[in-house]
């Protein structure tokens, strides 16, 4: 049985998984549908209606400007989407070369580009993005760029420490002396074989992306305004903490069941990839 | 133990240059310098000023000898001064630094004391209603993000209720107080900030914990301890747990770096005035010295934080010291 099947049905069985990825498919069409379902337009201001509590025609309450909460927070599901995706896109393409590269030929390569690692480990990570993000212009593509590059380093180790048993193995020696050059026996013979711990590592990143967006969103570092974001609704809601808890709680609550959603897909997936725990039923 | 010392230090070395490098080059390869920044406000400011502020700066030297430069004074600890009011950079670092010290140890302490019980719990009562209602919270705490739950404890606590302060660490008429009503004062003001820093870590350590304990639950040596006989309270604590706590100790000098990065949040939402806070500051004026200034210490205590857990992993495994000597 094909590995993808097997591994289908065992994420399946797991309830809360199960349940994660149907939130997450929710919030990708939620997403991509926002301008058919968000009853307001998310920068539409309304003077009138300056920090009005959650009601029957704003039922997240409005903001400062009378802005419809409830419509900037569909749209900003849109940030935390792109963001968590393109970043983890990029972590993930770094991370497999770097490690890819350290584990295939080892040596000095190896010893640099692992202490290379160990350098970016040990710089405060949140330091170095608020750094490159106060340098350059604060956008949602700077973010996504920074949060890329700061986030490769679990997944270089991941590749690598796949690779240094892989390389081993008697397919790879085939592959070799059928004439394969090292790029083709790294990408196309090596690497499809690494690549579970990878996905996983993936899934959990987009959380921890979109996290740190919300984050940086909400010290004024990450998508700037009109556009809404999750983390830049936060930042309303401490500006008028005493009197409009509806600007703290709805947009929170969101980052929470996203990223809820995304570790338990990853919790998931890591369990049903795990072949040391097939062995009760076998695959 | 002084051999694994040595050597551990010596490690350190390459690692700090490659650190300081790295802070170089990403303040200096990025465009807009900070001589655009003193200058972009009036569009008057002439070619010949701007070239004198760049001088003043050294920013009109090549790349490489900045570096060095800067290099030489960092081992002095001199980071420059400000650009922003023109104080020594270390100075203005060594003022806000035991605030931002003191509530990261005192978090360090409240995720050891909360997480590792609740880990060892659901470890030894695995699949129990405890290990699950704990890795329940343990998933919502990994996901929730700490900022927020900053805002709504400041709603609770300190709108609704008004029992809890929610900006600064002291009060203004502090002056005035005897010791007990000061140290009363302060004690309110970091409840918040401490359970706020704290939070990330403890869903992240008392999962550890738990698989630790799992791991070593599972040893031979264990079953051979259960099989003489021992009472569990002696084979869990004195067997068990002994073991478990050595990865709980590198993982801790881990977190250093999420805790010393975290500083920025809670100290900008609960206007605490220490490290982190300042690093907000210093990058929104673009204050280069001072930014770089708390790059590298900020990286050097994270050093100094595994550090500490790789000698002390040492001092309770003799596998470690030996090994190192063979190598």
């Known amino acids: 049985m094909r590995l993808s099947t097997v591994t289908w049905r065992r994420f399946k069985r797991n309830r809360l998984a199960f349940a994660g990825a149907v939130v997450v498919l929710a919030l990708i069409t939620i997403a991509l549908g926002a301008p058919a379902i968000a009853p307001y337009e998310p920068t539409a201001i309304d003077l009138h209606n300056v920090l009005s509590p ?38 993930i393409s770094i991370g497999i070369i770097i490690g890819s590269l350290a584990g295939y030929y080892g040596g000095i390569l190896d010893s640099v580009l692992m202490r290379f690692v160990d350098i970016m480990l040990t710089i405060p990570t949140f330091f170095l993005m608020l750094t490159v993000i106060a340098i350059v212009e604060p956008s949602i593509w700077t973010i996504m760029i920074v949060i890329g590059v700061t986030g490769w380093m679990d997944v270089a180790r991941l590749v690598r420490a796949e690779f240094l048993t892989l390389k081993q193995r008697d397919f790879v020696l085939a592959a070799k002396t059928s004439g394969a050059g090292n790029l083709r026996t790294i990408f196309r013979h090596i690497l499809p074989n690494a690549l579970s711990p990878v996905f996983v590592a993936a899934t959990f990143g987009v959380a921890g992306a979109i996290l740190v967006e919300s984050a940086l969103s909400f010290l004024g570092l990450g998508v700037q305004p009109p556009n809404p ?14 009197v409009s808890w509806w600007l703290s709680l709805y947009p929170g609550l969101a980052i929470l069941i996203t990223v809820l959603s995304y570790n338990l897909v990853g919790e998931g997936l890591r369990d ?6 097939w062995e009760t039923e076998g695959p | 133990m002084l051999y694994y010392t040595g050597k551990r230090l010596l490690m350190m070395v390459p690692l ?25 406000m009036s569009t008057k400011v002439s070619a010949q000023a701007r070239e004198n502020l760049k001088r003043l700066y050294g920013l009109d030297k090549p790349l490489h000898e900045q570096y060095i430069d800067w290099i030489k004074r960092f081992v002095k600890f001199d980071f420059g001064t400000s650009f922003v009011d023109g104080r020594s950079v270390s100075r203005k670092i060594l003022e806000r630094i035991p605030i931002t010290l003191i509530i990261n140890v005192l978090s360090i302490l409240l995720i050891l004391s909360v997480a590792i019980p609740i880990g060892v719990m659901s470890a030894v009562k695995q699949y129990s209603a405890f290990d699950k209602v704990s890795t329940v ?10 900022f927020w739950l900053a805002l709504l404890l400041m709603i609770f606590f300190g709108v609704q209720l008004g029992v809890l302060p929610i900006s600064g660490f002291q009060s203004i008429d502090v002056s005035g107080m005897n010791l007990f009503e000061r140290l009363l004062n302060w004690a309110k003001h970091l409840v918040l900030p401490v359970s706020i820093s704290a939070f990330g870590g403890l869903a992240g350590m008392s999962r550890y914990s738990r698989s630790s304990m799992l791991e070593v639950i599972r040893q031979d040596y264990i079953r051979t301890a259960r099989a003489k006989g021992l009472p569990e309270r002696t084979v869990v604590l004195r067997h068990a747990f002994r073991n478990a706590l050595m990865p709980i100790v590198t993982i801790l000098g881990l977190m250093v770096p999420a805790l010393i990065g975290g500083s920025v949040i809670f100290e900008t939402i609960f206007a605490i005035p220490g490290m982190g806070k300042l690093f907000y500051e210093s990058t929104m004026a673009r204050d280069y010295p001072t930014v770089m200034g708390i790059l590298v210490i900020g990286a050097l205590l994270t050093l100094i934080g595994n550090l500490i857990a790789d000698i002390s992993y040492a001092l309770v495994d003799p596998r470690i010291r030996v090994r190192g000597k063979e190598a």
């Open chain 1, 272 to 277: 049903a990839l795990d072949p040391r725990l």
């Open chain 1, 229 to 242: 974001s999750w983390g830049s609704i936060l930042t309303t809601g401490k500006d008028y903490i005493e």
């Open chain 2, 16 to 40: 700090i240059f490659g650190i300081t490098l790295i802070t170089f080059l990403v303040i200096h390869l990025a465009p807009g310098g900070p001589v655009e920044v003193q200058t972009e």
């Open chain 2, 137 to 146: 919270f343990v998933f919502i705490g990994y996901s929730t993000p700490s």
């Open chain 1, 54 to 91: 959650p009601s029957a025609e704003h039922p997240f309450g409005t903001d400062d400007l009378g802005r419809d909460v409830l419509s900037r927070m569909i749209y900003g599901s849109r940030i935390s989407l792109s963001v968590g995706f393109v970043a983890v896109g990029i972590a």
